[in-house]
């Protein structure tokens, strides 16, 4: 794991909420874009992201639990728990 892996320390009581980070933005902006083919959002994630698929969905995952990724993109939070949810539903 590096530092850039390195989930966000929790905010004091008292002090503002930081928001989210650069990278959980990026993986925000990625998830909500349109892909063209098989393989168009791996081959995004490793070039744009530089972390293999298997990294950005554990990234994601728990990014989607984070109230301030529902506060910054709703539509694509909610859009993303709703898929897992219907995943899960399947099993």
Do not use: C, H
């Not at 989210?20 to 992201?49: F, H, N, T």
């Not at 909610?78 to 399947?90: T, Y």
């Amino acid at each position: 794991m590096t530092a850039s892996d390195a989930e966000p320390a929790p905010t004091p009581p008292g002090l503002p909420d930081p928001g989210l980070s650069d990278r959980d933005r990026a993986l925000l902006a990625l998830e909500r874009r349109p892909w063209a083919g098989p393989g168009a959002k791996e081959r995004a994630i490793r070039e744009e992201l530089g972390i293999s698929p298997v990294r950005y969905f554990q990234l994601l995952n728990a990014l989607i639990e984070d109230e301030r990724a529902l506060r910054e993109d709703p539509v694509t939070v909610n859009r993303l728990r709703r898929l897992r949810a219907a995943r899960r539903e399947r099993r």
